[in-house]
């Protein structure tokens, strides 16, 4: 289970902080991601980091935003500075990881349940 946090109203130029923290049985998380989807767009990767700290952003974003994770909190921020008004869109958490289930161990893709971000002055 994934719960997302930290979207709302910012204006052009302003900054944000997205947290997104996981729950379960969660036995290891292999990559934490942000997705956004605007209006009428497709969703699309905004930035990722894996267990071992590389990371990968969308051109769109690179150098005005940052993700970072906290292994033990099992928890992924992203950061993102500059904003515009094409950022505005409803921003979704996704881990992949494996879980406890029944007495072995899954692979496992979760989403976050969307936090909304308007950037609008």
């Known amino acids: 289970q994934l719960q997302a946090s930290g979207g709302g109203l910012v204006q052009p130029g302003g900054s944000l902080t997205l947290s997104c923290a996981a729950s379960g049985s969660i036995v290891s998380i292999n990559v934490m991601a942000w997705y956004r989807q605007a209006a009428e767009k497709q969703r699309e990767l905004v930035a990722s980091i894996t267990s071992d700290g590389r990371t990968n952003y969308a051109d769109s974003v690179k150098g005005r935003s940052i993700i970072s994770r906290d292994i033990a909190k099992k928890t992924v921020h992203l950061q993102m500075n500059s904003l515009r008004s094409e950022d505005t869109a409803v921003y979704y958490c996704?881990?992949?990881?494996?879980?406890?289930?029944?007495?072995?161990?899954?692979?496992?893709?979760?989403w976050g349940q969307g936090t909304l971000v308007t950037v609008s002055s």
């Open positions: 996704n881990v992949a990881g494996s879980e406890w289930y029944r007495s072995g161990i899954r692979n496992f893709g979760s």
